[in-house]
């Protein structure tokens, strides 16, 4: 399982890494800084898990997410939120381009729950015979 992250680092738990390296040899989790940097790095090899932060230096994340579902729409896309007091609402487009939204600070365990419950979800539309987990 391929995790990229987009973003600052600040935003992914501390003890994130540990608990992936419970998991297996296969799964990993990679962080770059900015949307361009993901771009490339979706573009050059499937990415099973893209998680965005709320504020990327060069381009809205709404715009990054939508451009990775167009690029491979597989690829689970999960949104981070900023809320005051856990008062967390994504915007009109972010709605349209994620499959979950996650409100920030994060939890190593909410993350993983949200990966394995959109991956159950895959599999289960996988086996409906729908081949696209796209939204939209």
């Known amino acids: 399982m391929r995790i990229l992250y987009v973003g600052d680092s ?16 296969e ?14 790095a979706v573009a050059s090899e499937p990415v099973d898990v893209l998680m ?8 809205p994340p709404p715009t990054l997410l939508g451009q990775v579902r167009t690029l491979r ?7 981070l939120l900023e809320g005051e007091g856990g008062n967390v609402s994504p915007s009109v487009r972010l709605i349209g381009v994620a499959h979950r939204f996650l409100p920030l600070p994060l939890a190593s365990e909410t993350v993983l729950e949200a990966i394995h419950s959109l991956e159950e979800l895959r599999h289960l539309l996988m086996r409906m015979g729908v081949h696209s987990f796209a939204l939209g």
């Open 10 to 25: 600040a935003c992914l738990p501390a003890d994130l890494s540990e608990y992936i390296s419970y998991l297996g040899d």
């Open 73 to 79: 729409p597989e690829t689970i896309r999960i949104a």
């Open 52 to 59: 965005v932060g709320p504020n990327l230096p060069d381009i």
């Open 27 to 40: 799964w990993r989790v990679e962080t770059v800084a900015d949307g361009n940097a993901a771009i490339h």
